[in-house]
């Protein structure tokens, strides 16, 4: 296994009834390879799969990501720490035989589904000399140019589904497309992208970055521009091909966020935990990756109270121009903070003493919750998880993101009570929190391939993943369990 967000594009322009009429004929005539219909029945797909010699199905997953310490302090040069979390978004690729000639998009969870023919997308444009990019560059911006030759293609994405679901659907379609045909050729194979997460979408987790991370290590695969992964592969190769997904994720997120931080999909890419600055905007943030970061039990609460960073972040600016010496002490106590928990976590300490260096640990979470408390970004919904788990006495709450809603992160002490951990997870329950235990500071992205469980089935070599299976899993426990 390797282990190691501009307001949206004007893609999703508002579409005239001419226009949705002409989208829905095109999109009938591309019917996706495996849709269960008598001019194409799944019959004859499999039996052609097995007749050509295609490269076996294969997975790829990365993590989403929380901000441990520094929320809003780093949007003011400050330091934050952000560290993976084992909660992740699925990608299964599944080459067709070159006859179909189609790409298709099969994002189950948020219920986008589009197919392109490969030979009509732009491919002009993208190959010009001037415009060719290749899978060692390092991109940091989006050619208008580019962008403006995928209109066509993006405007067709769900353009019968409400605006809201649409945007999201072709923010999506134009990231992986964007990459597809920065990396990919007019001879690339025919595939269907069938992706599957575990991660909540808009609560502030860096979903959006895990998918791109997905996206690009799967097309880097394909164009063979990642050796392995193998399990002698050595440790500075595994970081060069880590660095090449993160740069092209990095990409991706360009194209849903228009100006990301680079952070998020830093931290689903290589995994574990990365402390980052951002002094100056003009300028790429200042990101330092912890690989010893410790793995600690997680406990991850969604408020289902929604948020707004921009109004939060305004919050803070607003206090800082009111009070400015206050904040700017209440900033600077933040940063000494993550730089606190920053040491602790780069020493031994977390070895030699793990019960003393987590209570610590967990001290340094309770100060940093009460100074964004201070700074006026939490909820009522907040506290309220803050308050049963501090009544639990099982572990150390703090808000993460933005606040003013979306989650909060409890870290577990190494003896909570069990019965306390099940009295509190149904009073969670109870007043309508989502809930996940989870762990923190697990790995980054990963490869199967092929898509094969080695779970002793009578199947040769184990159980494939097959579309099938991956498309019926029930919920989050039903993706993992793949």
Request: net charge negative; charged share 20%; with cysteine.
């Given at each position: 296994?390797?282990?190691k967000?501009?307001?949206?594009?004007p893609?999703?322009?508002?579409?005239?009834?001419?226009?949705?009429?002409?989208c829905?004929?095109?999109?009938?005539?591309?019917?996706?390879?495996?849709?269960?219909?008598?001019?194409q029945?799944?019959?004859?797909?499999?039996?052609?799969?097995?007749?050509?010699?295609?490269?076996?199905?294969?997975?790829?997953?990365?993590?989403?990501?929380?901000?441990?310490?520094?929320?809003?302090?780093?949007?003011?040069?400050?330091?934050?720490l952000?560290?993976?979390?084992?909660?992740?978004?699925?990608?299964?690729?599944t080459?067709?035989?070159?006859?179909?000639?189609?790409?298709?998009?099969n994002?189950?969870?948020?219920?986008?589904?589009?197919?392109?023919?490969?030979?009509?997308?732009?491919?002009?444009?993208?190959?010009?000399?001037?415009?060719?990019?290749?899978?060692?560059?390092?991109?940091?911006?989006?050619?208008?140019?580019?962008?403006?030759?995928?209109?066509?293609?993006?405007?067709?994405?769900s353009?019968?589904?409400?605006?809201?679901?649409?945007?999201?659907?072709?923010?999506?379609?134009?990231?992986?497309?964007?990459?597809?045909?920065?990396?990919?050729?007019p001879?690339?194979?025919?595939?269907i992208?069938?992706?599957?997460s575990?991660?909540?979408t808009?609560?502030?987790l860096g979903?959006?970055?895990?998918?791109?991370?997905?996206?690009?290590?799967?097309?880097?695969?394909?164009?063979?521009a990642?050796?392995?992964p193998?399990p002698?592969?050595?440790?500075?190769?595994?970081?060069?091909?880590?660095?090449?997904?993160?740069?092209?994720?990095f990409?991706g997120e360009?194209?849903?966020?228009?100006?990301?931080?680079?952070v998020?999909?830093?931290?689903?890419?290589?995994?574990?935990?990365?402390?980052?600055?951002?002094?100056?905007?003009?300028?790429?943030?200042?990101?330092?990756?912890?690989?010893?970061?410790?793995?600690?039990p997680?406990?991850?609460?969604?408020?289902?109270?929604?948020?707004s960073?921009?109004?939060?972040?305004?919050?803070?600016?607003?206090?800082?121009?009111?009070?400015?010496?206050?904040?700017?002490?209440?900033?600077?106590?933040?940063?000494?903070?993550?730089?606190?928990?920053?040491?602790?976590?780069?020493?031994?300490?977390?070895?030699?003493?793990?019960?003393?260096?987590?209570?610590?640990?967990?001290?340094?979470?309770?100060?940093?919750?009460?100074?964004?408390?201070?700074?006026?970004v939490?909820?009522?919904?907040?506290?309220?998880?803050?308050?049963?788990?501090?009544?639990?006495?099982?572990?150390?709450?703090?808000l993460?993101?933005?606040?003013?809603?979306?989650?909060?992160?409890?870290?577990?002490r190494s003896d909570?009570?069990e019965?306390?951990?099940h009295?509190?997870?149904?009073?969670?329950?109870?007043?309508?929190?989502?809930?996940?235990?989870?762990?923190?500071?697990g790995d980054?992205?990963?490869?199967?391939?092929p898509?094969?469980?080695?779970?002793?089935?009578?199947?040769?070599?184990?159980?494939?993943?097959?579309?099938?299976?991956f498309?019926?899993a029930?919920?989050?426990?039903?993706?993992?369990?793949?």
């Amino acid at each position: 296994m390797i282990k190691k967000s501009l307001q949206s594009l004007p893609l999703a322009s508002t579409l005239t009834e001419e226009k949705r009429i002409q989208c829905r004929k095109q999109q009938n005539a591309i019917r996706p390879p495996f849709s269960n219909t008598p001019q194409q029945p799944v019959l004859s797909i499999m039996v052609r799969k097995t007749e050509s010699p295609l490269a076996p199905p294969f997975m790829v997953s990365a993590p989403g990501k929380v901000i441990v310490f520094g929320e809003h302090a780093v949007v003011h040069g400050k330091a934050a720490l952000a560290a993976a979390i084992s909660l992740r978004s699925y990608l299964l690729v599944t080459t067709l035989s070159k006859s179909h000639r189609t790409l298709t998009l099969n994002f189950r969870d948020i219920g986008l589904d589009h197919t392109w023919h490969i030979d009509s997308l732009p491919w002009a444009v993208f190959q010009q000399p001037s415009k060719k990019k290749f899978y060692y560059d390092l991109v940091n911006s989006l050619d208008l140019e580019l962008l403006e030759a995928m209109k066509p293609h993006i405007a067709t994405v769900s353009c019968d589904e409400p605006a809201e679901l649409r945007k999201i659907h072709q923010n999506s379609a134009t990231a992986f497309l964007y990459l597809f045909l920065s990396l990919g050729s007019p001879q690339f194979p025919p595939a269907i992208y069938t992706l599957r997460s575990t991660i909540p979408t808009g609560a502030g987790l860096g979903s959006s970055a895990s998918v791109c991370v997905c996206i690009s290590a799967a097309l880097l695969l394909q164009v063979r521009a990642l050796a392995g992964p193998h399990p002698d592969q050595p440790g500075d190769e595994a970081e060069t091909q880590i660095e090449r997904i993160n740069r092209w994720a990095f990409v991706g997120e360009l194209c849903i966020h228009g100006n990301p931080s680079g952070v998020d999909n830093t931290v689903s890419s290589g995994g574990k935990a990365v402390v980052f600055r951002r002094g100056d905007y003009s300028k790429p943030p200042t990101v330092t990756t912890l690989p010893t970061f410790p793995e600690l039990p997680l406990l991850l609460v969604n408020t289902r109270q929604p948020r707004s960073t921009f109004v939060e972040v305004a919050k803070v600016g607003n206090l800082k121009k009111t009070h400015p010496t206050v904040t700017d002490a209440m900033l600077d106590t933040i940063d000494q903070v993550t730089l606190s928990a920053h040491k602790l976590v780069s020493s031994p300490e977390f070895s030699r003493d793990p019960d003393s260096a987590l209570a610590y640990f967990g001290d340094l979470i309770r100060i940093n919750h009460g100074l964004l408390v201070s700074l006026g970004v939490s909820h009522p919904r907040l506290e309220r998880i803050r308050e049963l788990v501090d009544y639990a006495d099982i572990g150390w709450t703090k808000l993460t993101g933005a606040g003013g809603g979306g989650c909060a992160i409890t870290i577990l002490r190494s003896d909570a009570e069990e019965e306390k951990l099940h009295e509190l997870m149904a009073k969670l329950d109870e007043e309508n929190f989502e809930r996940y235990e989870i762990v923190l500071g697990g790995d980054g992205v990963g490869v199967l391939w092929p898509a094969v469980l080695h779970n002793g089935s009578e199947e040769e070599g184990g159980e494939e993943i097959d579309q099938q299976k991956f498309e019926n899993a029930i919920d989050n426990d039903g993706i993992e369990q793949l």
